[in-house]
């Protein structure tokens, strides 16, 4: 496991905790941020911690290519993927650094966001981030958790930089 990844992982699970089973979340039965509806094979309450991870490393930050991005936009475009869905993540990404909107992170993508000041992208990621939650209809309900979750990975991402 790289440093990387271990650290960005670490930041994902203090914000996804443990087991919850909340009506009005869209997500449903979740446990370590991994839901039910997006893994409907899994038995989400018997998920530990370590498989929690492993399917993060494969099917968020592999799948968004973390590993080639500096660290800290990694950080934010993993929690991002996790929170908000791999696609919208790249998308995201891919408006800020003025790449072809596709939703795939390729070298195209990669390589337009090693040309953009890394802090500049971080803000405009995170400011974008921010607009997809305002426009969420459980805003009311987490919106307070997850612009906390914002600033946190701001916060993280530059203390990586």
Not at 29 to 41: L, Q
Not at 44 to 63: G, Q
Not at 111 to 137: D, I, T
Request: glycine content about 8%; charged content about 25%; overall charge neutral.
């Amino acid at each position: 496991m790289s440093a990387v990844f271990a650290r960005a992982v670490v930041e994902v699970l203090r914000h996804e905790g443990g087991y919850v089973n909340d009506p009005n979340d869209p997500g449903g039965e979740t446990h370590w941020g991994i839901s039910k509806r997006s893994y409907p094979g899994l038995d989400i309450a018997a998920l530990t911690r370590d498989e929690a991870i492993a399917i993060y490393r494969r099917d968020y930050w592999d799948r968004v290519h973390a590993d080639e991005l500096p660290p800290a936009l990694a950080l934010v475009v993993f929690d991002a993927a996790v929170n908000q869905g791999r696609y919208p993540a790249v998308l995201m990404l891919q408006e800020v650094v003025g790449a072809r909107r596709d939703g795939v992170m390729g070298p195209e993508t990669l390589r337009a966001a090693g040309l953009k000041p890394l802090h500049s992208v971080l803000v405009e990621y995170l400011a974008r981030r921010a607009m997809r939650y305002a426009f969420q209809p459980t805003l009311t309900r987490f919106g307070d958790g997850w612009f906390r979750r914002l600033f946190s990975m701001h916060q993280s991402a530059l203390e990586s930089m």
